[in-house]
Each structure stands twice: as C-alpha cells, then as structure tokens.
C-alpha cells in the first residue's frame, strides 16, 4: 500500500512539473490565438481592406521564391558532395555549410553595399537588389544549407544497389538521379523545405530593409508606428495559422514516405569525376559557397577594418558585446537546463499524454519570433496589472520569450543524446537505491556532456542572431549586436554594423561547425 502511494506521488508530481512547464511555454502563442475572438479596433479595419492583401502576396512570394531557390542551390550541391569525387569537394563540402552562421539582414545590407560601393562595384551590369527578386536571392543563399544538410544526409544513408540497377537498365546519370535518388530524398526535400519556410516567415530584418510589406513587417508597423496592440496580435494570429497549415501540409505530404536501408546493404558510394565534368560539378558548388558566405563575409571584415582604422569602433562596442554575452548565456543556461528536464521526463514517461504535453512545449520553434514576441509582451502585460508590477522591459521577459522560442533547440539534441543511453542504466542507478533525481544528476548528465555543449552552443547562436524578438522585448537601452547591427545598418553606419556583424558569424561558425560533423555521424 505504501509503495503504492509513493508511485502514485511520483507520477502526479512528474505530472505536475510537466504541465507546469508545458504551460509556461505554450501560453504565449495560445494566448494569440485566442485574441481572435475579441473585437476588432479601426486601424484593423483600415489594414483589412487595404493592406492585408499586399502583407499576404509578398509574403508568399517570398516564401515560395526562397524555397525554390534553396531547393535549386541545395540539393545539387548535396547531391555532388555526396555521390561524386572532384577537385575541392572536401573544402566545399564544409564551405557550403558556413552561410547558416550569417543571419539574413545582414546578408541583405551587405549586397546592397557591395554592389553600390564594396567589391562588386566595379561590374558593367550591377542589379538592383532593393526589391522582392533581391530579397528571395539573398535569403536563398543564407538558407540554402538547411536544404543542404538535410539532403545529403539522405544522400549518404541510401542504399547504392538500387542506383546500381538503374544503372544496369541502361538509365544515365542524369535519370538516376531524377528517377531513382531524388525520390528516396523526398521525406528529407519536404522537411528542410518546411524549415525554410519557417525562416521566411519569421524574417524582419531583410523585409524591413527592402521595403518590402510582409507579414512580419506589418506586425511591427502596428505595434510600433501605429501603437494598434490589438492589430499586432491579430496579425500574428494570421501568421501563426500560416504556420500551422504549413505542419499540417508538411504531415500530408510524408504521410507515406518511409525508406529504410538494411544493415547489410551498401551505402552510396562516390563515383570519381574527371575534365569537364568534375570542373563543372567545383562550380555549381562553389558558386552557392562564394555567395552565401565568402563574398559577404569578406566585404564585411572590409568595413569592419576600415572602421576599425578610422576611429570608428568607440567603447560602447564592448557594452553591447558583454550584453549579448550576457543574455545569451544566461538564457541558454536557463533553457538546457529546463530542456533537460523536459527530456528526460519524456524519457521516464511513455504515456501519450506526456507525449503530447511534450510537443506542446515545444511548440515556441515553429513560430515566427514576433509571434512569439506579442505573444510573451501581451501574456506579461495581463500578469503584470493583475500583480501590479511591471515586468514588460525587462531581462526576465526577454529570457522568458528566448525560452519559449527556442525550447526545441536545446530539446532536440539533448533527446537524442538521452536515447542512446540504455535503460539499463537506469535499472542499475534504481537496483543501487537511487532515485530519479540522483541518476539523472550522477548517471545521465556525465553521458550527456557532449549533448549538453551542443545545446548550450546552438541556443547561444540562436539568440546572438534573432532580432525580432530582440527588438520588441529588449529593456529600454539595452541592445545586443544583433539589433545594434541592425540600427547602424538602417542608419548608412556600415563599419560599426560590420564590427558587430563579424562577431555575429564568427560566433555562428563554431556551433555550424558542430552541427555539420554531427550530421556527417549519424
């Protein structure tokens, strides 16, 4: 009876701890959604009937115009990587992976300049990249490597007897990849695609410095020129079932994709290329890297050194990097640490209750980081008047809307890391008299170091480079080096907004690095 009652405690409390949790991050953006059903102010009414249907066509054009072009520069590139053997493969295969440490505004200003007066303005023909073609062009080679990654790990895991027996049927290079490879990739194409999307709907920066009316704009413009809260929230409600369509849309389209390869089979193996060919196959993926990366980052420590040789960089330059040091650590403290709860409650608890309380908590990453704003700003304004306190401007709302948003970063590999170990651990730390607490604390976390890191890396680079969120919740005079380069950039001040920018990449290379040989183990 007794150790009955102790099981029983054990279960609620876990229960308890998972709700609590769960609740604490998936209120926000439900707290959006149930702002439908208030009624609408006039400056809805007035954005309804004239300026809905333009936030609705450029977002989408800039949605299926970035997918196409990752698709088009990420899954050739993968494809050669991985199935071919040419001149400069091994560095390119790296170099291709580097344009995910460069966040998109800072992609977007640096083409601008570069073609008006940086390294590309000597060109007879220089476009203009001030408009929806310039923004989907510098987007896609900022998020090509999502669609890059993802596809040449399907690449890698295929089995190379079918290509063999396409091979055989007399089917030439060009048809087994169309016909044979590609199809085996779809679940793989349609996921990295889904995280595009994500990307694109969740910019700010780009959209803002083109000129161009989206979605995420619009939310801004609301919020902050037309002081309409209501409007904003409204807004972000119709950017968050844009979301959910896209999941929904996402589980239809792989509902019955599954390819599995026996462990007795022999993985793809690559095929050398000689003259023409291998020529060819160095510039189709170099051209991606050159863009995305090499390019922008070059006339960025242009700038960077040139305002570095005028006097330029004051002493505020450290202010701003000890703030994004600050709560960039902090907050991924924060978040491993509630992750790794999460985890491994998911890990002790199998029902599909817990399953779905998972997901829920989890729910912040799908969603755009101004959704994820107005969401935490409009919840902390409600608590705040009925405790009679202020907590909107403050740290603690900007780490509470970090937690949220980026939960599923740190999850993620923490899930997995716990997965591989067995549960026979576990069944040993409970036969010696430990209970849950201390196996995780002294079993769990020494197996987990490696998993840990990587969390904390990946989540500090998620929150050295988002800016939305940044730009609504940060405490008055308070930036980090995002939003500083930002206000430099939009101010024509580009050798202070590079100083800030390279640090940026610089930070986001180490955790690209990580990211890159993890998806090369697995």
């Given at each position: 009876m007794l150790a009955s009652c102790s099981r029983a405690l054990r279960y609620i409390s876990k229960g308890l701890l998972l709700a609590i949790i769960a609740a604490l991050l998936a209120v926000p953006p439900l707290?959006?959604?149930?702002?439908?059903?208030t009624p609408a102010d006039s400056y809805w009414a007035h954005l309804y009937a004239y300026l809905l249907p333009a936030y609705l066509k450029n977002t989408l054009g800039l949605a299926v115009g970035?997918?196409?072009?990752?698709?088009?520069l990420g899954i050739p590139s993968a494809w050669l990587v991985t199935a071919c053997e040419f001149p400069g493969r091994r560095?390119?295969?790296?170099?291709?992976?580097?344009?995910?440490?460069?966040?998109?505004?800072?992609?977007?200003?640096?083409?601008?300049?570069?073609?008006?007066?940086?390294l590309l303005q000597a060109l007879p023909l220089r476009?203009?990249?001030?408009?929806?073609?310039?923004?989907?062009?510098?987007?896609?080679?900022?998020?090509?490597?999502?669609?890059?990654?993802?596809?040449?790990?399907?690449f890698q895991r295929q089995a190379a007897g079918a290509l063999e027996a396409a091979k055989l049927l007399g089917a030439s290079p060009m048809r087994r990849f169309f016909a044979v490879a590609l199809p085996m990739a779809r679940p793989a194409i349609v996921g990295s695609g889904m995280l595009v999307l994500m990307e694109c709907l969740n910019e700010y920066g780009t959209v803002k410095y083109y000129g161009i009316p989206t979605f995420t704009a619009g939310i801004f413009r609301a919020w902050f020129a037309m002081n309409s809260v209501h409007t904003a929230m409204k807004l972000a409600g119709l950017l968050l079932a844009v979301v959910f369509a896209l999941s929904i849309a996402e589980r239809w389209l792989t509902r019955n994709l599954r390819y599995t390869v026996g462990k007795?089979?022999?993985?793809?193996?690559?095929?050398?290329?000689?003259?023409?060919?291998?020529?060819?196959?160095?510039?189709?993926?170099?051209?991606?890297?050159?863009?995305?990366?090499?390019?922008?980052?070059a006339q960025l420590l242009a700038w960077a050194y040139s305002g570095w040789v005028q006097g330029l960089l004051t002493s505020d330059f450290s202010k701003y990097l000890l703030q994004t040091l600050q709560v960039g650590f902090a907050g991924a403290a924060i978040i491993v640490l509630i992750a790794l709860l999460l985890a491994y409650i998911r890990r002790i608890g199998k029902g599909k209750l817990?399953?779905?309380?998972?997901?829920?908590?989890?729910?912040?990453?799908?969603?755009?980081?101004?959704?994820v704003a107005i969401g935490v700003l409009a919840l902390l304004l409600a608590v705040g008047k009925w405790l009679q306190i202020s907590l909107v401007g403050t740290l603690l709302a900007l780490t509470y809307a970090y937690l949220v948003r980026f939960m599923a970063v740190a999850f993620n590999p923490l899930e997995a890391g716990l997965q591989k170990i067995s549960p026979s651990m576990d069944s040993a730390a409970a036969i010696l008299g430990k209970n849950r607490l201390q196996t995780l604390l002294w079993v769990h976390m020494p197996l987990l170091r490696g998993a840990i890191l990587a969390a904390m890396m990946l989540v500090v680079v998620d929150i050295l480079k988002e800016l939305p969120l940044?730009?609504?919740?940060?405490?008055?005079?308070?930036d980090t080096l995002a939003t500083k380069a930002y206000e430099y950039a939009d101010d024509e001040k580009l050798q202070q907004s590079a100083a800030m920018s390279c640090l940026i990449v610089l930070a986001g290379i180490l955790?690209?690095?990580?990211?890159?040989?993890?998806?090369?183990?697995d």
């Open positions: 707290y959006v959604v149930g702002q439908w059903l970035v997918l196409v072009g990752t698709l088009l560095l390119l295969s790296w170099l291709l992976v580097l344009p995910l440490a460069i966040p998109a505004y800072i992609n977007a200003y640096v083409y601008k300049y570069t073609f008006e007066r940086g476009p203009d990249v001030m408009h929806l073609g310039g923004a989907i062009a510098v987007m896609s080679l900022v998020l090509y490597p999502y669609v890059y990654l993802v596809t040449r790990a399907s007795s089979e022999r993985l793809l193996t690559r095929q050398p290329l000689h003259g023409w060919q291998a020529s060819v196959a160095t510039f189709c993926c170099l051209i991606p890297a050159l863009g995305g990366f090499v390019f922008p980052f817990t399953q779905l309380t998972v997901q829920l908590a989890n729910l912040g990453y799908a969603m755009p980081g101004a959704v940044t730009l609504i919740l940060r405490p008055f005079n308070f955790p690209v690095f990580l990211l890159d040989k993890l998806n090369k183990s």
